[in-house]
């Protein structure tokens, strides 16, 4: 079975800086994904950046970057120059990889952006 | 750009009642998928699709029906509704398959079973 571990309930941050959100992961699978959601306060689920189990590099969409410790088991999302529309709860989850259906989330993490 | 459309947005139902959630996709997505976030938790995936007239259970299915007679529309009925149903209720279309690229939510269905 798969799990999603986040351990930060809370967090809060200074616009401008930056900021990381941790994540572990427990599978047994060899191929698997991970992903990074963004919930704001109107509800709705975004896509935010991905990792493939076997990238070598680490993903980075804009200001989103994924720090991918696979010995570590860890996905951590690292926001660079936080703004307050990234106020929000951020979801990592998991997928057993390619062809899989099933997406298992964490409990997510609620970010603070402070003027 | 619609994207992934549930409705209703809000719902209190009785307990024992029945109802539908609808959600429709025009991205002619293949796969779609219903979620449940209980407060303060994860989604967790109730059902899944992946094309017209194809359903499987997911992690969660007791209690709830599905059903995808077309590419676009996939309902999810509740049937004898119980409080342990109460929840945020998400729709989620993807291309291919969830674990090779991003899936679009719906805004979801906040239900309240009283």
């Known amino acids: 079975a798969q799990k999603i571990t986040q351990t930060q309930p809370g967090m809060f941050v200074q616009e401008k800086e930056a900021v990381t959100l941790d994540c572990t992961y427990d599978?047994?699978?060899?191929?698997?994904?991970l992903f990074w959601y963004k919930q704001p306060s109107s509800g709705e689920m975004i896509f935010l950046i991905y990792?493939?189990?076997?990238?070598?590099q680490n993903a980075t969409e804009g200001r989103y970057s994924l720090n991918f410790q696979k010995a570590r088991k860890s996905a951590n999302l690292v926001i660079s120059a936080s703004q307050l529309g990234d106020s929000a709860m951020y979801f990592c989850?998991?997928?057993?990889?390619?062809?899989?259906?099933?997406?298992?989330f964490g409990k997510g993490t609620k970010l603070s952006v402070i003027p | 750009n619609a994207g992934v459309t549930q409705t209703p947005k809000f719902r209190i139902l009785k307990i024992g009642q029945s109802m539908t959630l609808q959600c429709a996709q025009d991205?002619?997505?293949?796969?779609m998928y219903w979620y449940r976030q209980d407060p303060g938790m994860g989604l967790k995936l109730i059902y899944y699709?992946?094309?017209?007239?194809?359903?499987d259970k997911g992690e969660v299915p007791n209690g709830y029906n599905v059903s995808r007679s077309t590419t676009e529309d996939f309902p999810l009925r509740l049937e004898l509704a119980a409080p342990s149903q109460t929840s945020v209720y998400f729709c989620?279309?993807?291309?291919?398959?969830?674990?090779?690229?991003?899936?679009?939510f719906g805004q979801g269905t906040r239900l309240t079973v009283v």
């Open positions: 699709s992946v094309g017209a007239g194809i359903t």
């Open positions: 599978t047994s699978d060899p191929s698997y994904g």
């Open positions: 991205m002619n997505h293949n796969y």
């Open positions: 989850a998991m997928t057993r990889g390619a062809g899989s259906y099933q997406l298992t």
């Open positions: 989620a279309s993807s291309y291919i398959s969830a674990g090779d690229t991003e899936a679009f």
């Open positions: 990792q493939g189990s076997y990238d070598q």
